[in-house]
Nanobody, 123 residues
Framework: QVRLAESGGGWVQAGGSLRLSCDASTSTWRVDDMAWFRQAPGKEREWVAAITRRTILKSYADFVMGRFTISRDDTASTLSLQMNSLKPEDTAIYYC????????????????WGQGTQVTVSA
């Protein structure tokens, strides 16, 4: 069973920061790789950042490299995304999910999505 609850979104001006959190109630947290995705209005959902189990490896999409930082707390089963230097094009609903590697990207491992958290960046 997978339950995902994203939080921390909001409105911010360009150049600002937000920190997203994901409470993940999964029976497989400790063996799952995790990731953040986002979906902007009228666009497909896209992968943003991933972190492997036990934080062995982190990877980022090119468009957030150097600005976003993904982390996980295995004790609390929480996933975080620190977002700095935000741009208007970062406006989207952000989702977390357990993932598996697929070529050069990551895809939702179980096919379940939470409700996400809205991030709005104004110019």
């Amino acid at each position: 069973q997978v339950r995902l609850a994203e939080s921390g979104g909001g409105w911010v001006q360009a150049g600002g920061s937000l920190r997203l959190s994901c409470d993940a109630s999964t029976s497989t947290w400790r063996v799952d790789d995790m990731a953040w995705f986002r979906q902007a209005p009228g666009k497909e959902r896209e992968w943003v950042a991933a972190i492997t189990r036990r934080t062995i490896l982190k990877s980022y999409a090119d468009f957030v490299m150097g600005r976003f930082t993904i982390s996980r707390d295995d004790t609390a089963s929480t996933l975080s995304l620190q977002m700095n230097s935000l741009k208007p094009e970062d406006t989207a609903i952000y989702y977390c999910a357990p993932v598996r590697k697929y070529g050069t990207t990551w895809i939702n491992k179980y096919g379940y999505w939470g409700q996400g958290t809205q991030v709005t960046v104004s110019a």
